[in-house]
């Protein structure tokens, strides 16, 4: 349970009684924002005091008097019009970390009651190459599974692709019209990619293109035997492409169940609709038509097609007959925020409504110019060719830290490669996952790279100079934790250190409180400054006495332990040296 939760429980005792239901007044348990204060700070008493009509300094006594903290905190003090501000125990803190240390979940306990979710992210559309829209989801639906699964749930990865939709039209139809065979045969991959392309600005251009191209789509939905054959053979093409992206971004799914998965479903689900009541035709298409909204979700367009919110209930139906989710979580592009909303509703009219349907949505990567992240020419930007750019500029950064070192070079090249790949790929991710979703960011390598700041490369940093110290000092970490050390907070800078250390489990109930991996991050950020602070103040292997060294040291393996795994559970890896 984490300091908050714990504080919050006794909160909750010392109110029964006073009112009805706490729940409302416990969310006013908040970390202090000023040491000077204390460590958490409890405000209900002035809603509670106007509410009850009495004076709120008057109820904070009571509060206080009723409340049985006396294990964990010092004796709670009532500040200004009734703040109740509460300074937690060292040897509790101690006590808490050494358990933290000697378990391997660094003092998060798993959660008492474990949900079943499921994570529908990145989703893109195969046949055409992944571009930087694609980080968001991907990364962000990720960092999402694992907190989950850390915490004890059972998060199932579905990547919902786009495998069936008018991009095979295209590359049907550019298939049929200017195959390059010799560099099909060679590499299907970047031939597809290339008819993709090509079709893609024809169709601009060129109106009955257009037409040919859907023509070729609906010849495949309807069953054509040519263009399901030629489907069948494209898509392990567009598989081992995204796959590849996959491989490099660290990313894995438990299922790939795409739109085609669902298609023998459709007509079903359309005359259950109807027959239900759900659904009405209206012009020739069969609609649902939802309260207070304009336009009806369309299942079923006059001329007999399916459309993506069809495909979408479909797979509601499945995920429901098959894992019995507790949540379903969309990481898409709010662009899509109508489509959800329709979609939730009618999933609501057909009985799913014992399951929450989150639409975990996010904001656009731009440019410079403030606009969606575009190359000079005009196209949206591949995301291998991204990763590859923020690799290279890793390299540079590396290669320039290595040899600027008191003592020389450390890092053949070879490791400099390995270490680049993976503080590339890191930035990468980290500067996406440290937004707040719901806003666009502006793309800059320059900032994803920077060493200081909150940037995976200072945390990535920050691990290897705190694991720097064991090899320094010729520490041998595992027998130093197993020694039953105790940890002393006599400094502030200790304690502060700590106290933060303790908040991990809170940083990791914030973060899927509202599906927020920059929670995480930004927790991850403060414990590096807390640590910095620390060492800047306390001798570690040069510490007064044994005792302390010892203590300091378990601090620095803790730390390190923590930024490891916050950053693991981000989707991040670290490395030892760089
Ligand atoms: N393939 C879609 C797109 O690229 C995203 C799918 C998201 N998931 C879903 N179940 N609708 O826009």
Redesign the pocket.
Known sequence: MSILTELKERFRKALTGMVDDPADLLELVRRGQDPKFGDYQANMAMPLGKRLGRPPREIAAEIVQRLDVADICREPEIAGPGFINLRLKEQWLAEKLSAAILGPRLGVAPVARPRTFVV?YS???VAKPMHVGHIRSTVIGDALCRVLRFLGHRAISDN???DWGTQFGMILYGYKHFLDAETYRRNPVEELARLYRKVRSLMDEQPEINSAVLAETAKLHAGDVENRRLWEEFLPHCEDEIDRVFRRLDVKFDHTLGESFYEGRLALLVDELQQRGIARESDGAICVFIEGQKTPMIVRKSDGAFL?GTT?LA?IQYRMETWRPDAIL?V??YR?SL?FQQLFAVAGMLGHDNVELQHVSFGTVLGNDGRPFKTRSGDTVGLEGLLDEAVRRALEIVSAGDDAKPDGPELSAEQRRQVAETVGIAALKYADLAQNRTSDYVFSYDKMLAMTGNTATYMQYAYARVRSIFAKGNVDVDALCNSGATILLDSPAERALALELLRFSEALDLTVADYRPNQLTAYLFDLANRYSTFFEQCHVLRAETDALRQSRLLLCDLTARTIQKGLELLGINVVEKM
Do not use: M, W
């Open positions: 529908d989703a893109p559309n919902h692709i786009g993506y979408d797979t969309y898409v592009d899509q489509h």
